[in-house]
C-alpha cells in the first residue's frame, strides 16, 4: 500500500472550516484514497472514499488534484465533536482482502 | 451502527497466559479483521478472514492465531501472552472486502502484566 503523509495535529475552532492534506507521491494507478474518523475510546469510522476530483457527502468533502499525488480532507464548520483522529488511507481497495493500512493519523483538537 | 461487539470490553492477564478475544457480527459480512493500535502506531493487521475457516496473515501476526468456525464469530488468541502484546484491539468487517466500508467493534483493551 501507497505511504502516506499527515500533519501530527491541528488546532481549530468551532465554526471554522478544517482541512487536512495528505501526501501520498507512491500513488498506484488503481488505489483509492479513503479517510476514516476515530473518537476517543472507538473504533475508526468510514468518512469518506474517492479516486480523483471531488467528492462530497453529509460529512465532509474530499479534494483530490489531477496528479493524485495528495488528497484534502475539508470538514467544514467543525464543532466540538468533530475533536478525533482523521486518517488517510490509500490502496487498491479493489484487491482482494481489503486490507487497510493505518498511518498515525491527524489529531483534530476544535475548541470553543 | 453496524451490529459487531467485542468481549471481553477490559481484560487484565498475566505474562504467559493464554487469551482469547472474541468478536461477534450480526451482519452476515464475509470478512472480519482484527487489528491492534498502540501510541505512535496507528492500526496494525494482525489476522482477517474472508469466510469460515479462511484465514491469512496480517502485518503482526506473530503470536497471535485466529479461528473462525461460524459466518458471525472471529476469534483472537494470545497463545502465551507477553507484555508487548498489551493494547487495544479492534475487530472490524467488510462485506465483500472490496472496497467497501470497514465497519470497526468498540475495542478490546488488553493489559498484560
Known amino acids: 500500500l501507497a505511504k502516506t503523509t499527515q500533519p501530527i495535529s491541528m488546532d481549530s475552532y468551532e465554526g471554522q472550516e478544517v482541512n487536512i492534506t495528505c501526501s501520498h507521491n507512491n500513488i498506484a494507478t488503481n488505489d483509492y484514497i479513503t479517510w476514516y474518523q476515530q473518537f476517543p475510546s472507538q473504533g475508526p469510522r468510514f468518512i469518506i472514499q474517492?479516486?480523483?476530483t471531488k467528492v462530497t457527502n453529509e460529512v465532509a468533502s474530499l479534494f483530490i488534484p489531477a496528479d493524485r499525488k495528495s488528497s484534502t480532507l475539508s470538514l467544514p464548520r467543525v464543532s466540538l465533536s468533530d475533536t478525533a483522529v482523521y486518517y488517510c488511507l490509500v490502496g487498491d481497495m479493489r484487491a482482494a482482502g481489503n486490507k487497510l493500512t493505518f498511518g498515525g493519523g491527524t489529531r483534530v483538537l476544535v475548541k470553543p | 451502527d453496524a451490529g459487531i461487539t467485542q468481549s471481553p470490553r477490559h481484560k487484565v492477564t498475566e505474562t504467559g497466559t493464554p487469551v482469547t478475544l472474541r468478536c461477534h457480527q450480526t451482519?452476515?459480512?464475509?470478512?472480519m479483521y482484527w487489528y491492534r493500535q498502540d501510541p505512535g502506531h496507528g492500526l496494525r493487521l494482525i489476522h482477517y478472514?474472508?469466510?469460515?475457516?479462511?484465514?491469512d496473515k496480517g502485518e503482526v501476526s506473530d503470536g497471535y492465531s485466529v479461528s473462525r468456525s461460524k459466518t458471525e464469530d472471529f476469534l483472537l488468541t494470545l497463545e502465551s501472552a507477553t507484555s508487548s502484546q498489551t493494547s487495544v484491539y479492534f475487530c472490524?468487517?467488510?462485506?465483500?472486502?472490496?472496497?467497501?466500508?470497514?465497519?470497526f467493534g468498540p475495542g478490546t483493551r488488553l493489559l498484560v502484566l
Open positions: 474517492g479516486y480523483k
Open positions: 472490524a468487517i467488510s462485506e465483500e472486502g472490496r472496497g467497501e466500508t470497514q465497519y
Open positions: 478472514s474472508y469466510g469460515v475457516k479462511d484465514t
Open positions: 451482519e452476515n459480512h464475509r470478512y
